[in-house]
Structures are given as structure tokens and as C-alpha cells.
């Protein structure tokens, strides 16, 4: 399965700043994903990470808090803007290497919102 | 809304039993059905995917579809302190995203 190497693995941020995590993949991938998931939760789909377009992101998630960004079929970013303490979570990048094949994720991101 | 719905336990066993994970899903549709293991503190990790009707087998891991039913489970046989974590079914959606259930958390008790 494809490496995937995610940055930074935590963090902890002021109120009102912005932090960016990159993904990124050691083969090219079909997919990229960016899932959340707040303490005690379970995973929630942020973003589909499209190459060379807009993201298409799920209800309850806007581009202007959480800007992604996907310049190639190995890389991408996810941006979570003027962050409030109900941003922390951890985030997690996913790819798809194939119509037929599980997803696999990243590390992840811990953030901490003070 | 497409959903996944699991028992999230916590579901206790003790050490060389059979756990039992279950799951159902709203999508008559869906086609491709996983479980992942996912220890605290740490992101998810495939154990098993199956994608027709019936059982499918990896070691100590069985994963059984019945898309009639909409279920889906997974037996862990002989379980281990180690495999105490919480499993999350996940089914593909129709973007090629998961959709996850809240997750089972499972405790082996040597």
C-alpha cells in the first residue's frame, strides 16, 4: 500500500490562527481524502482533495474555514482557518490507489486550540 | 443520508475467546464494506475489506457480508490484550469516500 506521510503530527495553536497540513503520498494516487475526527468520535468526511480543481466538500464544512488544496496526484493540503478550540480534533489525510481498493490514511494531525 | 450504525460497546471479552463486531448500513446499494482497528491515540488501520456475500477469512480475522440483510460483522478468534482497540466499519460511498460508523470499542482481559 501507498506510504503516506502527513505534517505536522501535532500542534497546538492559538485561537484565531490559521495552521496547514500537508499529505503526502510516495506513489500517485486515484484520491485524496481529509477526514476529522473530534475526541471520542468517530470519522467525518471533510473534503474530497480534487488535482487541479476545487475540493468538493461535505455539508457542515466550507472552503473559506478549511481550504484544500491538491496540485498533483502525490500532494495536498488542508488548511483550518481562524481556528476556535471546537477545531480541535485530529485531521486526517486518505488515499484511494484504485477504483477497488481500501483507502488507507495518514498519521494524522492532533491540534489543540487554546 | 447514508448511515453505518455499530454497537459502540464497549464490548468485553476474555483472553482465547471469539469477539463479535456487528454493523448495519442504510444504502441497499453499497458494495464495498471494511474494518479498521484503530488503537487511542493512533489513526485507522485496514484489518479486513470484502466487497460479496458470505465469509472471508484473514488469520485469526472473519469477516461475514449479508447484503440482504445489510450486515456486516467481524469475529476475532482466540482474541489478544492486543487486540483491544476500537473497530470501525466503514462503508464506500458513492464519491469513493468511507463512511464510518461510531466504532465498537473492544477490551481483551488476560
Known amino acids: 500500500s501507498a506510504v503516506i506521510s502527513q505534517k505536522p503530527s501535532r500542534d497546538i495553536c492559538q485561537r484565531g490562527t490559521s495552521l496547514t497540513i500537508q499529505c503526502q503520498v510516495d506513489?500517485?494516487?486515484?484520491?485524496m481524502f481529509w477526514y476529522r475526527q473530534q475526541p471520542g468520535q468517530s470519522l467525518t468526511l471533510i473534503a474530497t482533495?480534487?488535482?487541479?480543481?476545487?475540493?468538493?466538500?461535505e455539508s457542515g464544512f466550507v472552503i473559506d474555514k478549511f481550504p484544500i488544496s491538491r496540485p498533483n496526484l502525490t500532494f495536498s493540503t488542508l488548511t483550518v482557518s481562524n481556528m476556535s478550540p471546537e477545531d480541535s480534533s485530529i485531521y486526517l489525510c486518505?488515499?484511494?490507489?484504485?477504483?477497488?481498493?481500501?483507502?488507507?490514511f495518514g498519521d494524522g494531525t492532533r491540534l489543540s486550540i487554546l | 443520508q447514508k448511515e453505518v450504525e455499530q454497537n459502540s460497546g464497549p464490548l468485553s471479552v476474555p483472553e482465547g475467546a471469539i469477539a463479535s463486531l456487528n454493523c448495519t448500513y442504510s444504502?441497499?446499494?453499497?458494495?464495498?464494506f471494511f474494518w479498521y482497528r484503530q488503537y487511542s491515540g493512533k489513526s485507522p488501520e485496514l484489518i479486513m475489506s470484502?466487497?460479496?456475500?458470505g465469509d472471508k477469512e484473514d488469520g485469526r480475522f472473519t469477516a461475514q457480508l449479508n447484503k440482504a440483510s445489510q450486515y456486516v460483522s467481524l469475529l476475532i478468534r482466540d482474541s489478544q490484550p492486543s487486540d483491544s482497540a476500537t473497530y470501525l466499519c466503514?462503508?464506500?460511498?458513492?464519491?469513493?469516500?468511507?463512511?464510518f460508523g461510531k466504532g465498537t470499542k473492544l477490551s481483551v482481559k488476560p
Open positions: 482533495a480534487n488535482q487541479g480543481s476545487e475540493a468538493t466538500y
Open positions: 470484502i466487497y460479496s456475500n
Open positions: 486518505s488515499v484511494l490507489t484504485g477504483a477497488n481498493q481500501p483507502q488507507h
Open positions: 466503514a462503508v464506500r460511498g458513492s464519491q469513493g469516500n468511507l463512511i
Open positions: 444504502d441497499r446499494g453499497s458494495q464495498s
Open positions: 506513489s500517485q494516487v486515484t484520491m
